[in-house]
T-cell receptor, first 117, second 115 residues
Framework: GAGVSQSPSNKVTEKGKDVELRCDPI?????LYWYRQSLGQGLEFLIY????????KSGLPSDRFSAERTGGSVSTLTIQRTQQEDSAVYLC???????????????FGPGTRLTVL | AQTVTQSQPEMSVQEAETVTLSCTYD???????LFWYKQPPSRQMILVIR??????QNATENRFSVNFQKAAKSFSLKISDSQLGDTAMYFC????????????FGKGTSLLVTP
């Protein structure tokens, strides 16, 4: 079946502009995750959705970052007033819901490379 | 907080040979999960292998196997009969079973398989 898809593949923006990144998870996966991959910080967890709720937003680096998920499917990650340090690859993953006593594999999308000039 | 350390930024191996990638982690938890992900130039992270901490038996997936040493907090990946398509970044990752969702990644090892 179809994997996790993300759009756009690449995004170049100017400092101070807002950007929206989109993630379309695997059908049937109720859990969705956003990660950021940058040269300086490596791979960082940003936020986790179970359905449309985000129980853990602790990884969001600042209040310029927000994310939502609608219909238990597509998620958008919004970065307002972008800064050069926001330049990174933003990865989305999805899975079946994690349980306290077990966990399911997270399947990743190809990512969006964001460049802030 | 858990930390994951991959001490080999780059490695090289000849085709058909065997290579081992190192990973150590630090945690006070007794129940957790460990993963190796592969990221080729296409950027897509692909799960290679996973290990549940409560399982003593080392996980194996075809040419890929792990050496899980819980007491030493070590989780190395062995790739046998290396193939050119194995060229990629390899990330070791830790997940706390209490949360069950956030992967904590190491910095990665860049593996080059040469003909």
């Amino acid at each position: 079946g179809a994997g996790v898809s993300q759009s756009p593949s690449n995004k170049v923006t100017e400092k101070g502009k807002d950007v929206e990144l989109r993630c379309d998870p695997i059908s049937g996966h109720t859990a969705l995750y956003w990660y950021r991959q940058s040269l300086g910080q490596g791979l960082e967890f940003l936020i986790y959705f179970q359905g449309n709720s985000a129980p853990d937003k602790s990884g969001l680096p600042s209040d310029r970052f927000s994310a939502e998920r609608t219909g238990g499917s597509v998620s958008t990650l919004t970065i307002q007033r972008t800064q050069q340090e926001d330049s990174a690859v933003y990865l989305c993953a999805s899975s079946f819901p994690p349980q306290r006593s077990s966990t399911d594999t997270q399947y990743f999308g190809p990512g969006t490379r964001l460049t802030v000039l | 907080a858990q930390t994951v350390t991959q001490s080999q930024p780059e490695m090289s191996v000849q085709e058909a040979e065997t290579v081992t990638l190192s990973c150590t982690y630090d945690t006070s938890e007794s129940n957790y999960y460990l993963f190796w992900y592969k990221q080729p130039p296409s950027r897509q992270m692909i799960l290679v292998i996973r290990q549940e901490a409560y399982k003593q038996q080392n996980a194996t997936e075809n040419r890929f196997s792990v050496n899980f040493q819980k007491a030493a907090k070590s989780f190395s990946l062995k790739i046998s009969d290396s193939q050119l398509g194995d060229t990629a970044m390899y990330f070791c990752a830790f997940m706390n079973s209490n949360s069950g969702y956030a992967l904590n990644f190491g910095k990665g090892t860049s593996l080059l398989v040469t003909p």
